[in-house]
């Protein structure tokens, strides 16, 4: 493999560096929280004071000027208690809507609390893959985020699993969260998930694996890799992130993924953790892709 593409030697210092400064410098950013890091495993329950901690990472962005938009996974496994054995695998399509229209419920009830003890509001915002294709709809989606960020409330997105239907359902919340930092026109995606990024092989096989600390361009070396790794929980794997990344790079938004389910999973970041990031073009020559484009009513 080639060190000029998968670059796992650089060291972990200038890692460090890297991704302080450029979490720091971002105007907006897309936080996505995996399921198997929100909820836990064994009982769906939500992972709260897991969640207070990321709550003030948060807050302590907004203080520093930006904005965060969190993409949250979590209510199918919020909601599946309601069903012993506790199986999420196993339910039939009417039970996991069911089961995410209980659980939504809850999440947010478990974000609001959090937001509201720092003096933030929050607006759930719940989307589907129609709402994401229709011009429209993304118009409608960038106006609504911007208005509750003006007021002090902090965008949490999920699909919207209760009524999805399978031909516009999107599937996993890696790619809406690009999709999300696509429409917002966000800096930075963070994938938080149970994984510490993208390893040169699965870790769980060969304790050996480096991993690949940043990534300019996903080539079919890359994509290779993430293929052989399995997705652990959830809807998602690394397949489904490195997807993500694509859409997020070419919208001009690097990415990063992280191991989440640790506290302040975001000040682990700035402070060095193992993290994959994904290197978007320069600012100046990405091809940032603007919702609202061709739209009568597109902000000056």
């Not at 794997?237 to 990344?245: R, S």
Request: with cysteine; charged share 25%; hydrophobic share 45%.
């Amino acid at each position: 493999m080639s060190a000029n593409t998968l670059n796992f030697t650089e060291d972990n210092s200038k890692t460090a560096i890297t991704s302080a400064a450029k979490l720091r410098s971002a105007r907006r950013l897309i936080v996505k929280i995996g399921s198997a890091v929100v909820a836990d495993a064994e009982t769906g329950e939500v992972r709260g004071p897991w969640l207070e901690t990321l709550i003030k990472d948060v807050v302590r962005f907004f203080a520093r000027g930006q904005q965060v938009i969190i993409v949250s996974s979590g209510a199918v496994a919020a909601g599946s208690c309601h069903w012993k054995p506790l199986d999420r695998s196993s339910l039939r399509i009417e039970e996991k809507q069911a089961a995410a229209a209980i659980g939504q419920i809850r999440l947010m009830l478990a974000y609001e609390q959090r937001l509201k003890r720092h003096g933030f509001g929050l607006g759930q915002v719940l989307l589907t893959g129609a709402d994401i294709d229709n011009q429209r709809c993304r118009f409608n989606v960038r106006s609504a985020l911007q208005q509750l960020l003006n007021v002090g409330a902090v965008p949490v997105i999920n699909e919207n699993d209760a009524t999805v239907t399978a031909d516009i359902r999107l599937g996993d919340n890696d790619r809406l969260a690009a999709r999300v930092a696509q429409i917002a026109m966000a800096d930075v995606l963070i994938l938080l998930s149970d994984v510490d990024g993208l390893f040169t092989e699965d870790p769980h096989d060969n304790p050996l694996a480096h991993i690949i600390p940043k990534v300019r361009c996903i080539t079919p070396e890359i994509e290779n890799i993430a293929g052989l790794s399995p997705a652990r929980h959830g809807s998602g794997g690394m397949v489904t992130k490195l997807m993500a990344a694509r859409i997020a790079m070419e919208a001009g938004c690097d990415v990063v993924i992280a191991k989440g389910n640790k506290s302040y999973p975001l000040a682990a970041i700035e402070n060095g953790a193992p993290t994959t990031w994904f290197i978007a073009p320069a600012k100046e020559s990405a091809s940032r892709a603007d919702p609202t484009a061709g739209d009568p009513k597109r902000r000056s």
